[in-house]
């Protein structure tokens, strides 16, 4: 199994059908990387299927799914899972991951529901990771994910944060940091982004992602990703910096998609920010 740290480095960007003309002529620097959706790729063939081929031959790939449903009640879909194992070893992706949360039962509900924050769900879904991971021959790494219903609470419910950490030990995965998460969630269930972020385990961190969300009122943000990052994430993601280190950090664009200069604009602040906190070189004595 891949160790903890990415396959890739410095910031990446997703790629999406719409960017592959625009990306067609960019090579590896400051884009250090590219992220698919395996689901959006695995059997495509055709024009499409070469011009992705094309692209994990010249850029350095990361996954991240949107299928897998690791907290659904219904079982494991292990026939996708061996079809997404030959998709990676046929690209060279060390790197998977998804999200914390469920999306299917049975049939795909097209959205990411939230998992019930309980010690029976801990060791639930925990006990599914370590499936997937044995079939993917790879160590996969999950995402803290937004949620806009805090689900009936009892008085045997852990705190979300105790979550994620109990899942991720458990379960013996490592974590996609989503730093526009942090902050929706911190807005819409009322708590401290930078104490939770702080409350992470930062040895469990594979890479990062950030992202712009759209403030529907005052106390109600939606994870969009159709937006430019704001302010308070790039402040969220310094502190996860001056934390973790250059940490790879993935920007999420899924609609309203801007020409790829003014992605580049955001790509270059999360390389200025990485540079910030890069270990500095040690000076050669002669």
Known sequence: MSAVTAAVRG???GLR???LGPLADQSPGEIGFLEATPENWMNIGGRYGRAFREYTERFPFVTHGLSLSIGSPAPLDEDFLRRLKA???LHGIA?????LTYCSDDGHLYDLMPIPFTEEAVEYVAARVRRVQDILERRIALENASYYLALGTSAGDISELDFIRAVLDRAGCDLLLDVNNIYVNSINHRYD??????GLPAARVRYIHVAGHYEEAEDLRVDTHGADVIDP???LLERAYARLGPVPTLLERDFNIPPLPELMREIRQINALQLRHAAPRKRAHG
């Open 87 to 89: 998709f990676l070893d």
């Open 17 to 19: 059908r719409a960017l």
């Open 95 to 99: 790197d998977y991951t998804e999200h």
């Open 193 to 198: 982004p930078a104490a939770f972020l702080d």
């Open 11 to 13: 910031a990446g960007l």
């Open 233 to 235: 994430v790039w402040s």
